[in-house]
């Protein structure tokens, strides 16, 4: 059965107006997830958010940068309305949903990878859909994998998945950010043989949450095709429940075997 990797950015989970949740995008994703998994494959759903929630929540102003351990006491209160929304959203395709905070020592050493990788295996073993993070109440600027985008290329190869989804706000990757160059073009197929040499990845949206940007996601897009796995950049689907799927433009980016 197929396993899958699939990042979700707080882009798409808050709504910038009122810092909360969009409940559209949480129950689609669900939705769309529960389909997968119908279909025999074993998920797990790397989400963002808890800091943006959080900071919603105790009334922290989102036009202000926020300190370092202002922002780890956000991400402490944000996690829980975050893990809260999805095991909702999941409840009502009768999915239960368990949580692992990560750091990188977690992915990098072999023990606790080991470990790591056994529960997973037991999650899966359990029917339990696996929500991820980085922990961001303890993860030091040093020691963290900076973005989810990593973060969820680094769990490829723990949960030996053959696919890595990357959902954003924008349907894939261009030859240029479209957000500020129109004349961009969309890639959509990219051999292994180029990924190497695509530097076209610019940051993040500037004024939104995001943090990765492009060229992280080009980064996580290297190291999952470079252990073998596919990899996937799409738009987050904010349907309604019950609306049709769409087609839409994505970026695949082929595994070495491939
Ligand atoms: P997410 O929350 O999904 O991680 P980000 O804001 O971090 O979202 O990254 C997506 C943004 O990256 C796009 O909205 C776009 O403005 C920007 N971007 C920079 N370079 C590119 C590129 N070459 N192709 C597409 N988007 C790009």
């Known amino acids: 059965t197929a396993?899958?990797?699939?990042?979700?950015?707080?882009?798409?989970?808050v709504d910038p107006a009122n810092g909360l949740p969009r409940a559209n995008i949480f129950e689609s994703l669900a939705a769309d997830i529960a389909a997968l998994r119908q279909r025999g494959a074993k998920c797990v759903l790397v989400t963002s958010g808890a800091v943006a929630f959080g900071r919603h929540r105790l009334g922290l102003p989102m036009c202000r940068a926020l300190a370092l351990d202002e922002k780890q006491a956000a991400a402490a209160v944000g996690q829980l309305l975050l893990a809260e929304a999805w095991a909702r959203a999941f409840s009502q395709h009768d999915i239960l949903t368990g949580q692992a905070l990560l750091c990188p020592e977690d992915t990098e050493h072999p023990v606790r990878l080991r470990n790591a990788s056994n529960t997973f295996e037991r999650l899966f073993q359990l029917g339990v859909l696996p929500l991820v993070n980085e922990n961001d109440t303890v993860a030091?600027?040093?020691l963290r994998y900076g973005d989810n985008d990593c973060l969820a290329a680094r769990l490829t190869?723990?949960?030996r998945a053959e696919g890595l989804i990357l959902l954003s706000d924008i349907d894939?990757?261009?030859?240029?950010?479209?957000?500020?160059?129109?004349?961009?073009?969309?890639i959509e197929h990219v051999p292994f043989s180029a990924l190497a040499g695509l530097d076209c990845g610019g940051p993040p949206r500037a004024g939104g949450p995001g943090t990765g940007g492009m060229a992280s996601k080009l980064d996580a897009a290297r190291i999952a095709v470079a252990s073998g796995c596919w990899a996937v950049i799409a738009r987050a689907s904010d349907r309604p429940l019950?609306?049709?799927?769409?087609?839409?433009?994505?970026?695949?980016?082929?595994?070495?075997?491939a």
Do not use: C, H, W
């Open 157 to 159: 190869s723990l949960v």
């Open 242 to 257: 019950g609306a049709p799927r769409q087609t839409m433009r994505l970026t695949f980016f082929a595994p070495d075997a």
């Open 172 to 186: 894939g990757l261009y030859t240029k950010d479209p957000s500020v160059s129109p004349d961009a073009s969309p």
């Open 140 to 142: 030091t600027e040093e």
């Open 3 to 13: 396993r899958l990797v699939i990042k979700i950015g707080s882009n798409q989970l």
